[in-house]
């Protein structure tokens, strides 16, 4: 009889989960799809790069929404258990709290493990990957991405570029240019055709302009030069490839774990965190989804929510205080599971009367 309710309650559960996490996961990936639909319209990204975004994206959002997604389905499954009087039915047959962790344990085990790996090496890897993603695409941002009609920024030293339009085959028409030197000189171009050219150094592109006169000098005075050109080829340095310094976020947990940079424990300490409070939640909410049959399937869905919050703002507001090295990093997000430890051992105490043998 016991692994036909293990069953049951398992099946009631990761059904729920399934169904709480794939709605959840929809309107995340909904936003950002739009998002990224967006940089690709301004040519910030490549458009054979679009989905590989949105599925590093899904892993990023993972990491948050299985345990909330767990959390959530075991309160729902368990209420509408006690509303349709099954969970005391089963009680009445001496199945305890032992009788609904079991069950749970299969899918929480595998959901932690997964969890931990998304935190520790998933999502630095995603956030790694799409900096490069963003990149190469910087990198390989040419005149076809200049929208007609619109003034855009072009190239690393944020160039102001407008053409009237821009031909198939990636020529501009009615060019103007702006652009200001390191030593504050501003460059003025307006040119009948623009175009780009590839030049020796890989690094290095050519933007050749037509028929145009180029005015420069510094604003406020008087000294100015003007020179008409048939032809006027301006250099410009493409974005680096090179791997910047990574932020904690996209860091390695090897070399988080060998930093002591408060910034960098308080990263390391977050990504323990995840897994650590996947499993807390899914305890917790075994005793929050405790009702009276005939409350309501979502009475305790706005407790356990609020709880939620809670836990996981001062899960925030820890790790901003060990970055800013304001508390020590013995201590640093760990009392914050050691709250929520001991909230979800006192409801379990009460509500079995364990607090009474005790006493007794």
């Not at 899904?58 to 009087?85: E, K, N, W």
């Not at 190239?155 to 390191?182: C, H, I, K, W």
């Not at 703002?313 to 013995?330: D, R």
Request: proline share 6%; charged share 20%; net charge positive.
């Amino acid at each position: 009889m016991k692994r036909i309710l293990d069953r049951y309650i398992f099946r009631e559960i990761a059904m729920t989960w399934l169904g709480v996490t794939m709605v959840l996961l929809m309107i995340l990936l909904t936003n950002q799809f739009a998002r990224v639909l967006g940089d690709v319209a301004k040519g910030k990204l490549p458009k054979n790069a679009a989905f590989d975004v949105i599925g590093l994206s899904a892993a990023q959002y993972l990491t948050v929404l299985v345990p909330i997604g767990l959390f959530l389905a075991v309160m729902m499954a368990l209420g509408r258990l006690y509303r349709d009087s099954e969970m005391p039915a089963m009680m009445a047959c001496r199945v305890g709290p032992s009788g609904v962790y079991r069950p749970l344990m299969w899918l929480l085990v595998p959901l932690a493990l997964t969890v931990a790996w998304l935190s520790i090496v998933g999502t630095p890897t995603a956030l790694t990957k799409i900096d490069r993603i963003s990149a190469e695409a910087r990198r390989e941002a040419d005149l076809g991405s200049i929208e007609p009609g619109r003034f855009t920024t072009f190239g690393p030293n944020q160039a102001v570029v407008y053409g009237e339009s821009v031909t198939s085959d990636g020529v501009m028409e009615n060019v103007f240019l702006q652009r200001r030197t390191d030593e504050d000189v501003v460059e003025v171009v307006v040119a009948k055709r623009g175009e780009q050219r590839e030049s020796d150094d890989p690094d290095t592109r050519m933007l050749v302009l037509h028929e145009g006169r180029r005015y420069e000098g510094i604003p406020g005075t008087a000294s100015f030069r003007v020179v008409e050109f048939v032809e006027h080829g301006i250099p410009y340095r493409l974005p680096s490839l090179a791997p910047p310094t990574p932020r904690p976020r996209a860091m390695t947990f090897a070399s988080l774990w060998r930093s002591d940079a408060p910034e960098h424990i308080a990263e390391r300490q977050w990504r323990m965190s995840v897994p650590i409070s996947t499993v807390l939640l899914a305890l917790l909410a075994v005793p929050l989804a405790r009702s009276r049959p005939r409350e309501g399937r979502y009475g305790r869905i706005a407790i356990g929510l609020l709880v939620f919050i809670i836990y996981f703002n001062l899960l925030s507001a820890a790790k901003a205080w060990t970055e800013e090295a304001s508390i020590s990093p013995a201590i640093g997000l760990w009392w914050v599971h050691g709250c929520m430890g001991l909230l979800t051992l006192t409801l379990l105490t009460v509500q079995n009367g364990w607090h009474r043998r005790v006493f007794r």
